[in-house]
């Protein structure tokens, strides 16, 4: 994709659709959005990682988004986060305009995986999106007895 020079950010393409890739769109600047994208690096399925803060999503896209959500644009957005007192005659062309200068504004990741699509609350909450079962670690705690005896010799730590 080009860029021209006086273009501060690249544009995102159309929305991928596909069950075997894995889209975040995200900011990076936001607590949960870098949570987020940390727990999905490790997965070795294709991950399609739009951060916001460098790459512009387009007002269609957005819309598109909103729908597939089941929700209106200005649900995308945290209202606490935008710095305007009374924001009930706004309408969606308002809310875009917010969206597109303001990227840490969007409430929550939206997460992409074929036809479904959903906002991410917590940074966790991604895996079970996924399929992925707790980053590919071993569940045994359930069903190993810990180790409580003491398992070195000659070594006195508490007098």
């Not at 987020?36 to 387009?58: H, P, R």
């Not at 597939?68 to 969606?92: H, P, Q, W």
Request: hydrophobic share 35%.
């Amino acid at each position: 994709m080009k860029k021209s020079s006086n273009q501060s950010h690249k544009e995102m393409g159309v929305l991928a659709r596909d069950d075997r890739e894995f889209t975040l769109i995200y900011s990076h600047n936001t607590r949960v959005g870098k949570h987020a994208l940390a727990y999905l690096q490790g997965i070795k399925e294709n991950l399609n990682a739009v951060d916001i803060s460098k790459t512009k999503v387009s007002d269609t896209q957005w819309t598109e988004l909103a729908s597939a959500l089941n929700c209106k644009v200005g649900d995308l957005i945290d209202k606490r986060m935008v710095d305007v007192e009374d924001t009930s005659n706004y309408g969606t062309n308002d809310w875009l305009k917010i969206l597109q200068n303001n990227d840490e504004v969007l409430t929550h990741p939206i997460a992409i995986k074929g036809k479904v699509t959903k906002q991410i609350a917590n940074g966790s909450d991604i895996l079970k999106f996924f399929g992925v079962d707790s980053a590919g670690l071993k569940k045994t705690m359930h069903t190993e007895d810990p180790t409580i005896e003491k398992t070195t010799n000659g070594e006195d730590f508490v007098k």
